[in-house]
């Protein structure tokens, strides 16, 4: 039972277009008319019969139609104009900055396998809830109608997307995040035989519905449904709800031959400015805008689709075409390039949650410039001291807040990003917050210890999940948008980098990154971190040596790790930085039993997981074995000079 037809009993085009007659305008209904497939046509009809809005709007991505959604934005208050030409700022409601994963469910039949990580809600209550919820929720507004492409057109794993909704604010984040396809969309989805359907509404945007607000995705027939929030990560379901359809696609339709990932993909300038992609991996707010700015050629910062090319190499394309970052600790010292965007004319952004000043100038926690005392913030207005009603002072931003900017404003940026055949990735990173055990970088010696690397992520928890707290498994970085069986995802992750169409000189390089290890970890008695932002650039770097064979590495039982005498130019050369050897000897000595433990938790955690591809218990049971081994010898704490042969 397919709910929006269910709710909306619109069954063909004809009667699709009955509704459009009687709902829209002439200039509307010959936007339409250029439409011709019976299902766009019909999902379309559906949203309007159920959520009953005053006005339709079709966004055909003129600049004349992008300029509508700017003026309806400010018209219906939920962006407001900063000192900044084109900049605006929009707040979601104090008890939704993040993600509400406790409202987020998977509508199911009593047969599908979901996730032991998501919440699932079967068919029916789904229904009646959508019912009670989405009836009428339109009313008085304009509904806003978006066809867009989540890839270049033309790529092999792009997905056309409809983002139907009556929140100017999540069009206009969809028209600067996404490619705007309304020319071709049509013409697509004929060729590729599917596309995804997302509705939503805010409704009243009132606290006290915050209870009943919810995201819904339905993998069946590849709608979601988001009500009475505004928070784009529950709201702009073209990102993380159309995400989980693409993982859903990867893992149980094309398993092995294309992944849809939680990941970074930047370039990296190599000695005669050879080019070296790499994607990446790290859960929300642990790197990965941070680590693809520190590229030099930027195609994107939460997502990637890659696939196995015709000529045996892996190929990533972003599907979103802009940044919806976290600003808290974006600073003119680690992020230059960003900051040129967000702090100088000529670029459109939306501001979300950050301090607005008396004069319309946003602020942000960790921003390296003079702070106001007041101003008005994601909680109401706020002075330097206010506290909660617990007596907890309140932040000057919220930790979650964020800025949205499209991908070709920033000085990196690559017109690769728009290439539809992907840009050709030899370098795959998987990192988390890890305070006290993994070191800055270490490399798989094959594709199955990779794997392993990605299914071993731990975290601490960051704010982009509201009520989320403590240090957490997240494999793969990827664990929240994966619908099915992890053991699933792991068998395409094997798979997938397993491929024997790779081709010898395009075999993956897989890698472990951590930025947060502190100096308490260390021996220290702070807890500073034991690197600082720039030194990103260098790990990177580093791996880009590594993976045209020049640099060495010392072989251990975890993967291999980079020498000092490799390092320490590297330093000096791309951020002009000192790097003391007992630094070096800090960062990279393995604390045996620390190491341990964690295989144990992971062994732990996954023995309860049905389907579990045997090769990751005997990666670990192996690691396991060779650490103890290295304990006798050399202690429990093992300096890298201690381990090259
Ligand atoms: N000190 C330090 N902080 C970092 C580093 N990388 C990221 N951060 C901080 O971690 C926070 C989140 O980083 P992002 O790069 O935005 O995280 P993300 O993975 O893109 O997050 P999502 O957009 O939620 O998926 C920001 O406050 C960064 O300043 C680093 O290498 N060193
Ligand atoms: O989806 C969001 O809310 C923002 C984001 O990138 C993430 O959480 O990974
Ligand atoms: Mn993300």
């Given at each position: 039972?397919?709910?929006l037809?269910?709710?909306?009993k619109?069954?063909?085009?004809?009667?699709?277009?009955?509704?459009?007659?009687k709902?829209m305008?002439t200039?509307?209904?010959?936007?339409?008319?250029?439409?011709?497939?019976?299902?766009?046509?019909?999902?379309?009809?559906?949203?309007?019969?159920?959520?009953?809005p005053?006005?339709?709007?079709?966004?055909?991505?003129?600049?004349?139609?992008?300029?509508?959604?700017?003026d309806?934005?400010?018209e219906t208050?939920e962006?407001?104009?900063?000192?900044?030409?084109?900049?605006?700022?929009h707040?979601?409601?104090?008890?939704?900055q993040?993600r509400?994963v406790?409202?987020?469910f998977?509508?199911?039949?009593?047969?599908?396998?979901?996730?032991?990580?998501a919440?699932?809600?079967?068919r029916?209550?789904?229904?009646?809830?959508?019912?009670?919820?989405?009836?009428?929720?339109?009313?008085?507004?304009?509904?806003?109608?978006?066809?867009?492409m989540?890839?270049?057109?033309g790529a092999r794993?792009?997905?056309?997307?409809?983002?139907?909704?009556?929140?100017?604010?999540?069009?206009?984040s969809?028209d600067?995040?996404?490619?705007?396809?309304?020319?071709?969309?049509?013409?697509?989805?004929?060729?590729?035989?599917?596309?995804f359907?997302?509705?939503?509404?805010?409704?009243l945007?009132?606290t006290?519905?915050?209870?009943?607000?919810r995201?819904?995705?339905?993998?069946?027939?590849?709608?979601?449904y988001?009500?009475?929030?505004?928070?784009?990560?529950?709201?702009?379901?073209?990102?993380k709800?159309?995400h989980?359809f693409?993982?859903?696609?990867?893992?149980?339709?094309n398993?092995?031959?294309?992944?849809?990932?939680?990941?970074?993909?930047t370039g990296?300038?190599?000695p005669?400015?050879?080019?070296?992609?790499?994607?990446?991996a790290?859960?929300?707010?642990c790197g990965?805008?941070?680590?693809?700015?520190?590229?030099?050629l930027?195609?994107?910062?939460?997502l990637?689709?890659?696939?196995?090319?015709?000529?045996?190499?892996i190929?990533c394309?972003n599907?979103?075409?802009?940044i919806?970052?976290?600003?808290?600790?974006?600073?003119q010292?680690?992020?230059?390039?960003?900051?040129?965007?967000?702090?100088?004319?000529?670029?459109?952004?939306?501001?979300?949650?950050?301090?607005?000043?008396?004069?319309?100038?946003?602020?942000?926690?960790?921003?390296?410039e003079?702070?106001?005392e007041?101003?008005?913030?994601f909680?109401g207005?706020w002075?330097?001291?206010?506290?909660?009603?617990?007596?907890?002072?309140?932040?000057m931003?919220?930790?979650?807040?964020r800025?949205?900017?499209?991908?070709?404003n920033?000085?990196?940026?690559?017109?690769?990003a728009?290439?539809?055949?992907g840009v050709?990735?030899?370098?795959?990173?998987?990192?988390?917050?890890?305070?006290?055990?993994?070191?800055?970088?270490?490399v798989?010696?094959d594709?199955?210890?990779g794997?392993v690397?990605?299914?071993c992520?731990v975290?601490?928890?960051?704010?982009?999940?509201?009520g989320?707290?403590?240090?957490?498994?997240a494999?793969?970085?990827n664990?929240?948008?994966?619908p099915?069986?992890?053991?699933?995802?792991?068998?395409?992750q094997?798979?997938?980098?397993?491929n024997?169409?790779?081709?010898?000189?395009?075999?993956p390089v897989?890698?472990?990154?951590?930025?947060?290890?502190?100096?308490?970890?260390?021996?220290?008695?702070?807890?500073?971190?034991?690197?600082?932002?720039k030194?990103?650039k260098?790990?990177?770097a580093?791996?880009?040596?590594?993976?045209?064979?020049?640099?060495?590495h010392i072989?251990t039982?975890?993967?291999?790790?980079p020498?000092?005498?490799?390092?320490?130019p590297l330093?000096?050369?791309?951020i002009?930085?000192?790097?003391p050897?007992?630094?070096?000897?800090?960062?990279?000595?393995?604390?045996?039993d620390h190491?341990?433990?964690?295989?144990?938790?992971?062994?732990?955690?996954?023995?309860?997981?049905?389907?579990i591809?045997?090769r990751?218990?005997?990666?670990?049971?192996?690691?396991k074995?060779?650490?103890?081994?290295l304990k006798?010898?050399?202690?429990?704490?093992?300096?890298?000079?201690?381990?090259?042969?």
């Amino acid at each position: 039972m397919d709910i929006l037809n269910e709710l909306g009993k619109i069954g063909s085009a004809k009667q699709a277009l009955a509704v459009f007659e009687k709902q829209m305008d002439t200039a509307q209904l010959g936007r339409i008319s250029s439409i011709s497939h019976p299902e766009i046509l019909k999902r379309i009809a559906n949203a309007v019969v159920i959520c009953n809005p005053e006005k339709i709007f079709i966004n055909t991505g003129s600049e004349a139609d992008r300029q509508f959604i700017r003026d309806l934005a400010l018209e219906t208050g939920e962006e407001r104009s900063l000192a900044m030409e084109n900049h605006t700022i929009h707040f979601d409601l104090p008890g939704e900055q993040g993600r509400i994963v406790d409202r987020t469910f998977y509508i199911a039949n009593p047969e599908d396998l979901i996730s032991s990580l998501a919440n699932r809600m079967n068919r029916e209550t789904a229904l009646e809830d959508i019912r009670a919820n989405m009836t009428d929720i339109m009313k008085g507004k304009t509904m806003v109608v978006g066809f867009y492409m989540r890839g270049p057109v033309g790529a092999r794993v792009s997905n056309p997307a409809l983002e139907i909704t009556s929140s100017a604010y999540v069009s206009h984040s969809a028209d600067i995040l996404y490619r705007n396809a309304f020319a071709d969309f049509d013409k697509e989805v004929a060729a590729r035989g599917h596309f995804f359907t997302n509705v939503h509404s805010e409704g009243l945007n009132r606290t006290k519905d915050l209870p009943d607000a919810r995201v819904f995705m339905d993998l069946q027939y590849q709608t979601t449904y988001s009500f009475k929030c505004t928070y784009a990560g529950n709201t702009l379901l073209l990102k993380k709800g159309n995400h989980r359809f693409a993982v859903d696609k990867a893992v149980h339709k094309n398993r092995g031959e294309e992944l849809s990932e939680h990941m970074f993909i930047t370039g990296i300038r190599g000695p005669e400015n050879r080019v070296t992609w790499f994607a990446g991996a790290a859960p929300s707010g642990c790197g990965k805008t941070t680590t693809a700015m520190a590229g030099d050629l930027f195609v994107g910062d939460d997502l990637a689709q890659m696939w196995i090319a015709d000529d045996g190499s892996i190929r990533c394309v972003n599907p979103e075409a802009g940044i919806f970052g976290i600003v808290e600790d974006v600073n003119q010292e680690g992020d230059p390039l960003l900051m040129k965007v967000l702090r100088q004319p000529g670029y459109e952004v939306i501001w979300s949650n950050v301090l607005i000043d008396e004069n319309n100038i946003p602020h942000w926690v960790g921003n390296l410039e003079p702070s106001p005392e007041k101003g008005i913030n994601f909680q109401g207005e706020w002075h330097f001291g206010k506290t909660d009603d617990t007596g907890k002072p309140i932040p000057m931003s919220h930790p979650n807040s964020r800025c949205t900017l499209r991908s070709t404003n920033l000085e990196n940026y690559c017109p690769d990003a728009e290439n539809p055949d992907g840009v050709l990735t030899r370098i795959f990173t998987y990192s988390g917050r890890d305070a006290d055990t993994m070191p800055p970088v270490w490399v798989a010696r094959d594709s199955d210890q990779g794997v392993v690397i990605g299914a071993c992520i731990v975290s601490a928890a960051t704010a982009t999940e509201v009520g989320a707290s403590g240090v957490k498994r997240a494999p793969w970085a990827n664990a929240p948008f994966i619908p099915g069986a992890l053991g699933d995802y792991m068998d395409a992750q094997f798979r997938f980098f397993g491929n024997t169409k790779i081709q010898e000189q395009f075999q993956p390089v897989m890698a472990g990154l951590n930025y947060f290890l502190t100096d308490k970890a260390r021996g220290g008695s702070t807890s500073k971190l034991l690197g600082e932002k720039k030194d990103v650039k260098v790990w990177l770097a580093w791996l880009e040596r590594y993976a045209h064979k020049e640099a060495g590495h010392i072989q251990t039982p975890i993967g291999n790790l980079p020498l000092y005498r490799d390092l320490a130019p590297l330093f000096d050369k791309i951020i002009d930085k000192p790097y003391p050897k007992d630094l070096y000897d800090r960062q990279f000595s393995l604390y045996v039993d620390h190491i341990i433990a964690r295989i144990e938790l992971q062994e732990a955690a996954y023995a309860k997981e049905k389907n579990i591809p045997g090769r990751l218990f005997e990666i670990l049971a192996h690691q396991k074995e060779a650490l103890q081994a290295l304990k006798q010898t050399k202690g429990p704490v093992i300096l890298p000079g201690d381990m090259e042969s």
